[in-house]
């Protein structure tokens, strides 16, 4: 009877560790796995009230049978606390709605079976103790998930890294194989998917093309992408390159080989791995140092981080901009309305062309301004460019006009940044009848975080009617920038969740209003 006891506690301990650690590794996903990233979060992060009330219960409702005598009366009891605990955990983890689920990949699994042999040893060494020690195994199991990531991050370490160098080295031999392709790599501080997704489809009418998908801008998301998609009769690669820490520009471009680096545009971002702005400017612009001699950069000119730089290759540069005027390629004569965008751009030669896009916000333009000046250096016709940029669509929440509910949208949900949000509000501001906003703030901006969404709140005066905030911790800045304006405290409000923002725009907001979706946060971050 004793050993059917200590299986069914082997197995509902071992259920309840996989309750446990599904948060931490939820949250180690989020966090990149990578272990700077996960100890910033960690220490955000407060134990809260309920936890420790749970805590102090369970070894509360463990000491009781200690006062028993009879032996399998211990036993019994100490198994019926754990599988209410089960039960209740299973019932509270089917309610929870990520806004980001955890997603089961390889890696994780490998994760989760490296936990449960861990829990497994716990759970022998302490049934071979005595009963006494059962409980001990199952808080264990429960409340040591956040640290055990780390064993496991280190335990895993050696098989990751051989996994990746093996995909790595199938993809370098895939693209290296491939002379004739002309390769176009994508990096910036913001904009990157966007310009990516135009490029995309300037090119895709005159040029069998491949891009990136999503945000696969990582080593293994382009590894991922170029043994599974990239095939003898693609013309033209377009790679996405993201970095948040020094380095990873320069490995990646060393990795593709790019012809083409394009640099939209550099700002503080990332500030709690990149430490300083320098080191993000040097490393964005390794795009355009690691080009060959007779390759061809493409840079913002309206970036004043890009501006400045000494550029150290002798590679052929093309310069673009909005507000600039020493440069290849700028635009004029920018309108917006609830149909989208038009405007005029102007080449070198000074010579003026018409587009209209369904596209919003002057940051989309600047992404359309550049992919014009890659396709002209790829030989499309102005005429092809302006047809295939009026049928342009949305990249999904990048200032996305949509309709939800009859309720007019603009959603710009990933990923918000100083100067997308500043370009947000803008947009905001000329649309006709009410505007509100809803939005979590920015975050990963390091020390600059909360004077950025300080500066967020002011710039909101007179661009927005009504004001929903997401988290009441992470949007203290916001608030106290608003108040800064003399912003109409009775149009502010503070929610806790998405759903609860969404309920009270649509009690107060009409059809003819429009709501702004800015940023959206995942569940790591969203406090």
């Known amino acids: 009877m004793r050993y059917l006891l200590w299986f069914i506690f082997f197995i509902l301990n071992i259920i309840n560790m996989a309750f446990s650690s ?3 590794l939820h949250m180690f996903q989020q966090n990149r796995y990578e272990l700077p990233r996960y100890f910033g979060w960690l220490k955000q992060r407060k134990f809260g009230y309920d936890e420790l009330v749970s805590m102090i219960g369970i070894i509360v409702l463990f000491l009781i049978p200690m006062f028993f005598m009879n032996y399998m009366i211990k036993i019994f009891w100490i198994v019926m606390i754990i599988l209410i605990k089960v039960i209740i ?10 806004i980001k689920p955890l997603v089961f990949t ?20 302490f049934w071979y103790l005595s009963v006494q020690w059962w409980p001990v195994a199952f808080i264990f199991s429960t409340y040591s998930s956040w640290l055990l990531i ?45 310009t990516k997704n135009i490029i995309f489809s300037v090119l895709s009418d005159e040029y069998y093309t491949l891009q990136t998908p999503h945000s696969y801008n990582t080593p293994m998301g382009i590894t991922i992408t170029i043994r599974k998609y990239l095939k003898p009769i693609h013309e033209v690669f377009i790679c996405e390159m993201g970095a948040d820490k020094v380095n990873e520009i320069d490995y990646l471009t060393k990795f593709v080989k790019p012809h083409f680096g394009i640099v939209t545009s550099i700002g503080p971002q990332h500030l709690n791995t990149f430490i300083t702005l320098e080191n993000i ?8 140092e690691n080009l060959p001699s007779d390759g061809v ?21 093309i310069k673009y901009g909005i507000k600039s005027r020493d440069v290849d390629y700028h635009v004029e004569d920018i309108e917006y309305s609830d149909k989208g965008s038009t405007f005029v751009i102007v080449d070198k030669c000074d010579v003026r062309y018409h587009f209209s896009t369904c596209l919003l916000g002057e940051h989309n333009i600047m992404n359309i301004l550049v992919a014009v000046a890659v396709a002209k250096e790829l030989g499309i016709s102005w005429e092809n460019l302006q047809s295939t940029i009026k049928d342009i669509q949305y990249v999904e929440h990048r200032l996305q006009l949509k309709k939800i509910n009859d309720y007019t949208f603009i959603d710009n949900a990933f990923n918000s940044n100083p100067e997308g949000a500043a370009m947000s509000l803008e947009v905001l501001s000329r649309m006709s009848n009410k505007r509100f906003i809803i939005t979590p703030g ?37 608030v106290e920038g608003l108040k800064d304006v003399g912003f109409d405290q009775t149009k502010i409000n503070v929610v806790d969740t998405v759903k609860q923002a969404f309920d009270l725009v649509y009690s107060i907001a009409t059809v003819n209003d429009t709501i702004l979706l800015e940023n959206d946060l995942p569940d790591a971050f969203n406090r």
Request: aromatic content about 8%.
């Open 297 to 317: 950069g493409f840079i913002n000119m309206d970036n004043q981080y890009i501006r400045d730089y000494h550029i150290k290759n002798d590679c052929r540069l």
């Open 22 to 24: 599904k948060h931490a």
């Open 106 to 125: 390889a890696r994780v699994k490998r994760q989760i079976v490296t936990l449960l042999i861990i829990n497994a040893i716990f759970c022998g060494g």
């Open 281 to 288: 400017i040097n490393e964005k612009m390794k795009m355009i």
């Open 89 to 98: 955990q299973y019932l509270v983890e089917k309610k929870k709605n990520y």
């Open 150 to 194: 780390v064993v496991v991050y280190y335990l895993n370490k050696p098989i990751e890294i051989l996994i990746n160098n093996h995909y790595l080295n199938e993809a370098k031999k895939i693209i290296n194989n491939m002379p004739y392709l002309k390769k176009i790599g994508i990096t910036g501080s913001y904009g990157k998917t966007s």
């Open 442 to 478: 920015m975050i990963d901006l390091g020390e600059k975080q909360d004077e950025a969404n300080r500066e967020f709140g002011r710039q909101m005066l007179n661009k927005v009617d009504h004001v929903i905030l997401v988290g009441k911790n992470q949007t203290i800045s916001i």
